[in-house]
Nanobody
Framework: QSQLMESGGGLVQPGGSLRLACASSRFTLEDYAVGWFRQAPGKEREGVSCISDSNDGYIEYADDVKGRFTISRDNAKNTVYVQMDSLKPEGPGLYYC?????????????????RGQGTQVTVSS
């Protein structure tokens, strides 16, 4: 069983919204940096957004999602969300979350210690 569990994916029309959730039954996510990534078939992963641990709070977004996506934590639910608005057309892609015990100053280029299995997102009319 994956230590991180994503939910919220699906098929949405361009301009629509989705909220993805990343939860864990093993980790206290507020102690971890958590990143969201996208991987299309046959392509390298792309960073979407990350949030540092709760002591730091630093947040980073990929340039193409700035102003459209919002990452947040709900520590009471041990969940990290990414709200995705004004979605642009894209083919099927796997969105997954990853957690890093080095929680300070997250970034979208480094390796993360753990990842979930992901949730599929397609933006198409």
């Amino acid at each position: 069983q994956s230590q991180l569990m994503e939910s919220g994916g699906g098929l949405v029309q361009p301009g629509g919204s989705l909220r993805l959730a990343c939860a864990s039954s093993r980790f206290t996510l507020e102690d971890y940096a958590v990143g969201w990534f996208r991987q299309a078939p046959g392509k390298e992963r792309e960073g979407v957004s990350c949030i540092s641990d709760s002591n730091d709070g630093y947040i980073e977004y990929a340039d193409d999602v700035k102003g459209r996506f919002t990452i947040s934590r709900d520590n009471a639910k041990n969940t990290v969300y990414v709200q995705m608005d004004s979605l642009k057309p894209e083919g099927p892609g796997l969105y997954y979350c990853a957690a890093d015990a080095s929680g300070y100053m997250c970034d979208l280029t480094r390796s993360y210690d753990y990842r979930g299995q992901g949730t599929q997102v397609t933006v198409s009319s």
